[in-house]
């Protein structure tokens, strides 16, 4: 994790209030197990810039329905509270996210849920009023009936973020170029919900693609395609989209170190980066700071470049599954200062790095494997203009 340094790492999973579970989070009473959590973010918090910690649902021991009725809503606001309360006397946590996928079981009732939420946010609030709080997690992204309702009742709240979910897919599949395509779809969505955020008065909220991959769930992958450079090529895509359109704060891709989605393999204690880690290794530490250049690009090739103050990076992606391409890099009104340059390659013969030299007469012929992602990175730059806030 800490190769990547995360901007945000959320904290989640199904299993954090499943009493007697090893993941749980709880007691077998429905308490908070404060001791297991300092644990954990004492371990994994130094690693990354701000944590999330995602509230899945309520506590077994407060009800095990689908729905929470009112009466136990209160319930519900309070113990969320106390876990804030908890975690604030120990760790600086800026994220807590309540609910996960509840959307569904809320489905032409999202006013309900979003009363719920409302009602929680103000205690927990109140319990640590730094914090931000991150409501929806939602599954139906194009649900606009329910999330718009949702934004609707959220307005005028302790409510400072939306979140949501979006994968490739939920059919099997052994056909990259086509999840290809829903990766740039993915990459896309934020648009048109930051519109909706923007129409129901919540502007300065942040938005956060919550949960994203290939498939829907880990039995779809077949293949395992998830694991190898497609999921690097998938996940870059969706990056470099939503980097273009500028609409959205975070992206989560799911997850860290399963043996399907995982970005991390994870062998025997061992932990090692799998194609898509090294996809945002590189993109958090050339990418993530800067202003964005234009860039023009021959069709079937998707690219993003930024200029900071130490560097001139470029992602070039070729999601194709035919024979590889040639292209030339033409750089106008600006050339490197330095006579080589870093290129890394992600395709399906591993991840390599290279320098190569800069001809300044010439313009630099590129060989694009197919189905890869390639980083140029030309360091040493002197640009004390550039405002490294913008992102």
């Not at 609707?152 to 709240?157: I, K, L």
């Not at 990459?187 to 919540?202: D, E, S, V």
């Not at 040639?326 to 890394?344: A, E, F, H, N, V």
Request: net charge positive.
């Amino acid at each position: 994790m800490g190769k990547i340094r995360p901007s945000i790492c959320r904290l989640h999973a199904a299993e954090m209030l499943k009493v007697g579970h090893r993941k749980a989070w709880i007691n077998k009473n429905g308490e908070w197990d404060i001791g297991k959590i300092d644990a954990i973010l004492q371990n994994i918090a130094p690693h990354c810039e701000d944590i999330m910690i995602s509230i899945p649902s309520w506590s077994p021991t407060l009800y095990q329905g689908s729905q929470l009725p009112s009466e136990k809503h209160r319930a519900f606001a309070l113990w969320c509270a106390q876990l804030v309360r908890s975690v604030s006397d120990r760790h600086s946590v800026r994220y807590f996210e309540i609910l996960n996928e509840k959307d569904p079981e809320y489905n032409g009732n999202s006013q309900e849920l979003a009363e719920l939420a409302k009602q929680t946010a103000d205690a927990m609030k109140r319990a640590n009023p730094a914090i931000r709080i991150v409501v929806g997690a939602w599954t139906h992204p194009y649900d606009k009936r329910d999330i718009q309702a949702f934004l609707e009742a959220s307005r005028n709240s302790d409510i400072q973020a939306f979140s949501y979910h979006q994968y490739g897919t939920h059919q099997p599949s052994t056909d990259p170029f086509k999840l290809y395509k829903t990766a740039k779809v993915i990459g896309q969505r934020p648009k048109a919900i930051r519109q909706w955020m923007n129409q129901k008065g919540l502007q300065d909220a942040e938005l956060f693609l919550g949960e994203t991959h290939m498939f829907t769930t880990w039995d779809r992958d077949k293949q395992r395609l998830m694991r190898t450079h497609h999921g690097a090529v998938f996940l870059a895509l969706v990056f470099q989209q939503a980097a273009q359109h500028n609409d959205i704060d975070g992206i989560f891709p799911w997850n860290d170190a399963d043996h399907t989605y995982g970005l991390f393999n994870h062998k025997d204690g061992t932990y090692s980066l799998r194609p898509a880690g090294y996809v945002l290794k590189l993109l958090r530490q050339y990418f993530s700071r800067g202003q964005r250049i234009h860039v023009s690009a021959p069709r079937g090739i998707d690219v993003f470049a930024v200029r900071s103050q130490n560097s001139h990076s470029l992602m070039i992606i070729n999601s194709h599954t035919y024979p590889s391409k040639s292209t030339r890099l033409d750089m106008k009104g600006w050339q490197p200062t330095q006579q080589t340059y870093q290129i890394y390659t992600i395709d399906s013969g591993g991840i390599r790095m290279s320098q190569q030299v800069w001809d300044k007469q010439q313009f630099q012929t590129l060989h694009l494997p197919n189905d890869s992602v390639s980083f140029l990175v030309f360091p040493g730059e002197d640009s004390p203009d550039v405002d490294e806030r913008a992102t």
